[in-house]
């Protein structure tokens, strides 16, 4: 009897635990989601005409097409409208176009920049940052590497409050210009609001972005 009320106690202890952390992780993910969504108030823009002149935005990198079915990636498609529109308004003169360049075969900045000059945009208004592997590292490099401490983010809504936070933490000064969502993608972003605690993970551990490299200078 008295072993069989033993067992009974760890398993309480146990399921009381486990959920206990389940309470903890929850709350951690709408605290973090909610710090990085009040840090973007005033900061976002979805109307070109609003948006101020930045000499500098920053593309942030994605496939130009989905990887189940190699479709045509809508978030991809958006981001290169979203900035075509702000450089032919003049709301920003340069861009730096930071992704992925992890793989030969695979070269996110490139593929976005080719998509940018046949919309008609100046190549030499266009700067690649082949080693934005994550947003966080796209925003250390766009300071360390590209000298900026100020910028217009161009990216979807979800990514650009992240981007943000990012920046801020950095020391840059920062807007972001929204993209259109792909359809029916607005909503609750699981691994969007994962990645947000990330970002306080990695502050909390001093992360470092994967590669630095020689400074990059743009015309004053």
Request: glycine residues 8%; charged residues 30%.
């Given at each position: 009897?008295?072993?069989?009320?033993?067992?009974?106690?760890?398993?309480?202890?146990?399921?009381?635990?486990?959920?206990?952390?389940?309470?903890?992780?929850?709350?951690?993910?709408?605290?973090?989601?909610?710090?990085?969504?009040?840090?973007?108030?005033?900061?976002?823009?979805?109307?070109?005409?609003?948006?101020?002149?930045?000499?500098?935005?920053?593309?942030l990198g994605t496939a130009?097409?989905?990887?189940?079915?190699?479709?045509?990636?809508?978030?991809?498609?958006?981001?290169?409208?979203?900035?075509?529109?702000?450089?032919?308004?003049?709301?920003?003169?340069?861009?730096?176009?930071?992704?992925?360049?992890?793989?030969?075969?695979?070269?996110e900045p490139e593929m976005?920049?080719?998509?940018?000059?046949?919309?008609?945009?100046d190549s030499t208004h266009?700067?690649?940052?082949?080693?934005?592997?994550?947003?966080?590292?796209?925003?250390?490099?766009?300071?360390?590497?590209?000298?900026?401490?100020?910028?217009?983010?161009?990216?979807?809504?979800?990514?650009?409050?992240?981007?943000?936070?990012?920046?801020?933490?950095?020391?840059?000064?920062?807007?972001?210009?929204?993209?259109?969502?792909?359809?029916?993608?607005?909503?609750?972003?699981?691994?969007?609001?994962?990645?947000?605690?990330?970002?306080?993970?990695?502050?909390?551990?001093?992360?470092?972005?994967?590669?630095?490299?020689?400074?990059?200078?743009?015309?004053?």
């Amino acid at each position: 009897m008295v072993y069989y009320l033993e067992i009974m106690k760890k398993k309480k202890l146990i399921i009381w635990s486990i959920l206990a952390l389940f309470i903890l992780s929850i709350a951690t993910i709408f605290v973090c989601d909610a710090i990085i969504k009040d840090n973007a108030r005033g900061k976002i823009y979805s109307n070109i005409d609003d948006i101020p002149y930045r000499k500098v935005g920053l593309l942030l990198g994605t496939a130009k097409y989905t990887k189940r079915r190699g479709f045509d990636n809508p978030y991809f498609t958006n981001r290169i409208k979203a900035a075509t529109d702000l450089m032919k308004a003049g709301k920003i003169k340069y861009l730096i176009i930071s992704g992925d360049n992890g793989r030969p075969e695979y070269n996110e900045p490139e593929m976005m920049r080719e998509d940018l000059i046949k919309n008609g945009i100046d190549s030499t208004h266009l700067y690649l940052d082949y080693a934005g592997f994550r947003t966080f590292d796209s925003m250390v490099r766009l300071k360390e590497v590209f000298g900026q401490d100020s910028v217009t983010v161009i990216s979807q809504l979800f990514h650009n409050e992240r981007a943000l936070y990012l920046a801020s933490k950095e020391g840059i000064v920062a807007n972001g210009f929204n993209a259109k969502d792909r359809p029916g993608g607005e909503g609750f972003y699981l691994r969007e609001k994962l990645a947000r605690v990330k970002v306080f993970v990695d502050y909390l551990i001093a992360t470092k972005p994967r590669f630095l490299g020689k400074k990059i200078v743009l015309p004053d």
